[in-house]
């Protein structure tokens, strides 16, 4: 969706700096608030470098829901969250990168600002 928010994930995800080049295929360029393919690649990098697991699902149509929690050796009996550590957005890559950036502690105010920068929300 935003390349600023792309920025935040190259920069708290996969800590990269601005001007780092990966030649790897992983990190830098990739839009994970738009694409599924790069938006899973963030939850499969938390999962390795955090051990924190992503659940998305479905809310409603235009509506998905993403949360992170730590699990015990991928274990998701009683995997719930509550509603300040939900995400809710129109489409599953934007929800997972923002929960995902939440997870790591990036502020919610740094997020909106780069999401707002973009599409003037």
Same mark, same amino acid.
């Given at each position: 969706? %935003?390349?600023?928010?792309?920025?935040?994930?190259?920069?708290?995800?996969?800590?990269?700096?601005?001007?780092?080049?990966?030649?790897?295929? +992983?990190?830098?360029g990739?839009?994970?608030?738009?694409?599924?393919?790069?938006?899973?690649?963030?939850? +499969?990098? @938390?999962?390795?470098?955090?051990? @924190?697991?992503?659940? *998305?699902?479905? *809310?409603q149509?235009?509506?998905?829901?993403a949360? *992170?929690?730590? %699990?015990?050796a991928?274990?998701?009996?009683?995997? %719930?969250?509550?509603?300040? +550590? @939900?995400?809710?957005?129109? %489409?599953?890559?934007l929800?997972?990168?923002?929960?995902? @950036?939440?997870?790591?502690?990036?502020?919610?105010? +740094?997020?909106?600002?780069?999401?707002?920068?973009? *599409?003037?929300?």
């Amino acid at each position: 969706m %935003t390349r600023k928010l792309d920025a935040l994930i190259e920069k708290h995800i996969y800590n990269l700096a601005d001007n780092e080049f990966v030649v790897s295929g +992983e990190g830098k360029g990739l839009r994970y608030s738009a694409d599924i393919a790069a938006a899973w690649r963030v939850v +499969e990098k @938390l999962w390795q470098t955090h051990k @924190l697991s992503i659940a *998305v699902w479905h *809310v409603q149509p235009g509506q998905v829901g993403a949360f *992170v929690k730590e %699990t015990i050796a991928g274990d998701f009996v009683g995997f %719930t969250c509550d509603a300040s +550590e @939900l995400t809710v957005k129109p %489409t599953a890559p934007l929800a997972i990168c923002i929960a995902a @950036l939440r997870a790591v502690g990036v502020s919610q105010a +740094e997020i909106y600002a780069a999401i707002k920068q973009e *599409v003037g929300v």
